[in-house]
């Protein structure tokens, strides 16, 4: 039996047919919970980092978190502007979330560099479906969103791997 959508959709007008805000919304929700997650394991790794550079990569861990915040609530925005109900406390944001749990016994700079960039290289990888999939849909807007989002995902995945990379 098909999983019902349980998407609230509120009136709007909004032009993009039924259909189609209740698919952009539900994907917005994925990745609405996927920032909130990403945000506060920037934020875990800011306040546990020990260890070589930690002034650096703290200062970069809450900058991080800060940029996600931001992300946060552009989706959310455009979630609602859909005529969505954003899903954004935290338990709703670890049952949307692509990502796996961050380890809460990481205190090393290496390691959390290390994770968080896995962690936002998974993200840019469901951001760049994200972007075809609401292109594919006909929703430019939505697309557009997810291609800034990506871009700066992925120059946040830079400055992470930059501390670790070698060749």
């Not at 609530?73 to 979330?97: C, F, K, M, Y």
């Amino acid at each position: 039996m098909a999983k019902k959508s349980q998407t609230i959709l509120h009136p709007t007008k909004n032009p993009g047919n039924e259909n189609l805000r209740v698919a952009m919304i539900e994907l917005l929700q994925k990745h609405l919970g996927t920032a909130i997650d990403l945000s506060y394991a920037a934020k875990q790794a800011h306040w546990n980092v020990k260890g070589k550079n930690f002034m650096s990569v703290h200062l970069l861990f809450d900058r991080l978190h800060n940029e996600v915040e931001t992300y946060v609530d552009s989706i959310a925005e455009r979630l609602t502007a859909l005529g969505g109900q954003a899903h954004g406390t935290v338990q709703a944001a670890s049952q949307n979330t692509i990502l796996t749990p961050y380890p809460l016994d990481l205190v090393d700079s290496m390691g959390h560099l290390k994770q968080l960039a896995d962690h936002f290289a998974r993200w840019s990888a469901t951001l760049r479906e994200a972007i075809s999939e609401s292109d594919e849909a006909g929703d430019a807007l939505t697309a557009d969103l997810f291609t800034n989002i990506g871009r700066n995902v992925e120059q946040s995945l830079y400055f992470l791997e930059s501390h670790f990379q070698t060749k």
